[in-house]
Structure formats: C-alpha cells, structure tokens
C-alpha cells in the first residue's frame, strides 16, 4: 500500500472500525456502504495497515466469474491477508450466489480453526488472519441486490457523509496552517452550499475527495510561501483547483 500517510479519525471511522473488528470476532465479513467518496475503501485499508496486515483491493465488475474470484479468495486464506472488494454489487446475480458457497466455506474452516481445508477442490492451508471486506453504493444504476445468502456473511455499516469539517480541520493543521478552525469552517460551508446550489452535474464534485486534494494543495503552497496570510494561501488552492 504504499506511504500513503493517515487518515483523520473520525466518529464515522471510528463506527467503520468498532464494526469491522466486531465482525471478524465473529468470523464474518464486514460491508461498508454508501455514497462514493465516504470513505468505505480508505478506511478498510487504513485498519489493515493499523493491524499490520496486508489488504488487497479488488474491483469488481460485470465480468467477474466464480473462478477469479475463488482464486483471489485461496489466494487471500493462504496468505492471511485481508481482501477489499469493490463494488461487489456490480457482480452478476447467479456469480454471487456461487461466491456465497465459497465464502461459507471459509467461514467454517474459521469456525472451525482450521489449518487445512478443501476449497473448490484443493486442499488448501488456512491462515487464520484472513478477513473479507465488500463495499458498495446501494442504488446505482446496474448494481443488483445482494442475495440474503451473502448478507447473512457480512455485518453492514452505512457510511453516508463524511464529517468533513473534523478532517479539514485536522489537516490543515497538520498542513501547519494555525488558523485552521476558522477556514475549516468556512471551506466546509463554501463547499456545502456549492455542492447544493449549483446544477448537478457529474464534472462537478465538492465531495471529500475533491476537498482533499486542495487540501493537500493549499499545504504545498503554505510550504512554498510561508510569509503569506493562511487565508490567501487557501484561496489560491481552491482557485486553482476549482
Ligand atoms: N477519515 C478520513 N480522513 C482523511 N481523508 C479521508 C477520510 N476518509 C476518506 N478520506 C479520503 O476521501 C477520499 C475518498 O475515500 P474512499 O476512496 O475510501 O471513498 P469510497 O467511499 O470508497 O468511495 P467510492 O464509493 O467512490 O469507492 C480518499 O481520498 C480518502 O483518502
Ligand atoms: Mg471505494
């Protein structure tokens, strides 16, 4: 994964963790789900990476068969490294009902504490670290149900909005900006109401991920000219991202 520094914690991440490790205490999987750009993806990899544990992140699609995805799931139990999959709904009907059998499969060889078991005909080694994680944005156009097989294997948390104003705060002031608590204030309202009176168009984006990058770019900036007043700084970040 990479240097890819920390993420901000928040009560939502926070909520990610608590269910996350719940989960695996219970041997299932856990299922972030959401809007794009909440943080599903990030903060699953930003708990391996806390654990020590290596996380795979898998996108899905249309064209995932059961034999990819069994592969990447022996793959995953014998390295005992967690998987990520991203946008598991995107997979067709009649492969999740297969992918169901393979994931109960894992779960009574966890059940069991097994060192060994037979998965899709190989006997394979068992690392008990494994853990499956799916993360999914519910309602989009060519995404199906999940059926209640694979439900009953993950334990849900909604991620619906970030708490942006906790993270612009927290990194601008590990930007080094000090007047971090009035701009943070004042980006996350600009950005709201951007983001709810302008016309909604998909090359508009005021969510996290937008304000992240001038977040990180308002930082280079403050670094490059460090006489100039913070508010300046960030103005010129916005204005040249937006
Ligand atoms: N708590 C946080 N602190 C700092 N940055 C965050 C936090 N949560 C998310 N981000 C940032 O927000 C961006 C979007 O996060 P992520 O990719 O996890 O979204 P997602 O919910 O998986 O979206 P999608 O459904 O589009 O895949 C990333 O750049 C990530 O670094
Ligand atoms: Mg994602």
Known sequence: MGLNGRLVITPLTDRIYLTITQALSMQ????PAGPAGT?????????AKALGL?????????GMDFLAFGKILSGL??????GCFDEFNRIDISV???ISTQLQCIRNALLLKADKFLFEGNMIIMDLKVGIFITMNPGYAGRTELPESVKALFRPVVCIVPDLEQICLIMLFSEGFLEAKVLAKKMTVLYKLAREQLSKQHHYDFGLRALKSVLTMAGQLKR????LPENVVLMRALRSLT
Do not use: F, R
Request: charged share 15%; aromatic share 2%; proline share 3%.
């Open 28 to 31: 299932l999987g856990g299922a």
């Open 96 to 98: 999740l009902s297969v």
């Open 224 to 227: 490059n000219s460090p006489n």
């Open 54 to 62: 290596l996380c795979m992140v898998t996108n899905c699609g249309e």
């Open 77 to 82: 139990c014998q390295c005992g490294a967690w």
């Open 39 to 47: 943080g599903k993806t990030e903060t699953t990899k930003d708990l």
